[in-house]
T-cell receptor
Framework: RKEVEQDPGPFNVPEGATVAFNCTYS??????FFWYRQDCRKEPKLLMSVYSSGNEDGRFTAQLNRASQYISLLIRDSKLSDSATYLC???????????FGKGTKLSVKP | EADIYQTPRYLVIGTGKKITLECSQT?????MYWYQQDPGMELHLIHY???????EKGDLSSESTVSRIRTEHFPLTLESARPSHTSQYLC????????????FGEGSRLTVL
């Protein structure tokens, strides 16, 4: 089982829609989780950190479910500019470094 | 904006050549990383460093080598490039005492012919 797993999508949604991504992690000891956004052929950039039960920043909400070992990202009122790949990450592995999922591709259409 | 820089951004080179990808950060971060990412695929950690004179291999085996002589500089070297090395290489850094955010450079896209 991969340490961090995501549905690769693509998620094709109309502008204004609400969309949610889930990400499962296998390391039950992991304490810190991050959602990164990566545009095509660009570097990942931090979107949100999730250290406890959840975090909210404007239209974006991240939640952590430790019992089921997953984190989610909710995007409300989707904009065209939200189109990107969203990478889930958590600390784990044999060396305790940040492990990334494959990413979930979101495409917001007019 | 993160202060971490990679050069070259794009490199097309022939098989057998030696290449060095440069990475520098001005944030004073102790931890630095090299990730490899193929198009549409996940990031794979190939090297990391806790600080000066510290280098460790990551989760993905790589024929590349790294050095950390200065805090701000973490170059990656391929002694003899092959087509299988064609990929995007992303450098990142973070403050020691994490776990915390990784800051990424813009990447070096390597094509070996």
């Amino acid at each position: 089982r991969k340490e961090v797993e995501q549905d690769p999508g693509p998620f094709n949604v109309p502008e204004g829609a609400t969309v949610a991504f889930n990400c499962t992690y296998s390391n039950s000891a992991s304490q810190s989780f991050f959602w990164y956004r990566q545009d095509c052929r660009k570097e990942p950039k931090l979107l949100m950190s999730v250290y406890s039960s959840g975090n909210e920043d404007g239209r974006f909400t991240a939640q952590l479910n430790r019992a089921s070992q997953y984190i989610s990202l909710l995007i409300r009122d989707s904009k065209l500019s939200d189109s990107a790949t969203y990478l889930c990450s958590s600390y784990g592995g044999s060396q305790g470094n940040l492990i990334f999922g494959k990413g979930t591709k979101l495409s917001v259409k007019p | 904006e993160a202060d971490i820089y990679q050069t070259p951004r794009y490199l097309v080179i022939g098989t057998g050549k030696k290449i060095t990808l440069e990475c520098s950060q001005t944030m004073g971060h102790d931890k630095m990383y090299w990730y490899q990412q193929d198009p549409g695929m996940e990031l794979h950690l190939i090297h990391y460093s806790y600080g000066v004179n510290s280098t460790e291999k990551g989760d993905l085996s790589s024929e590349s080598t790294v050095s950390r002589i200065r805090t701000e500089h973490f170059p990656l070297t391929l002694e003899s490039a092959r087509p299988s090395h064609t990929s995007q290489y992303l450098c990142a850094s973070s403050a020691l005492g994490g776990p915390g955010e990784l800051f990424f450079g813009e990447g070096s896209r390597l094509t070996v012919l």
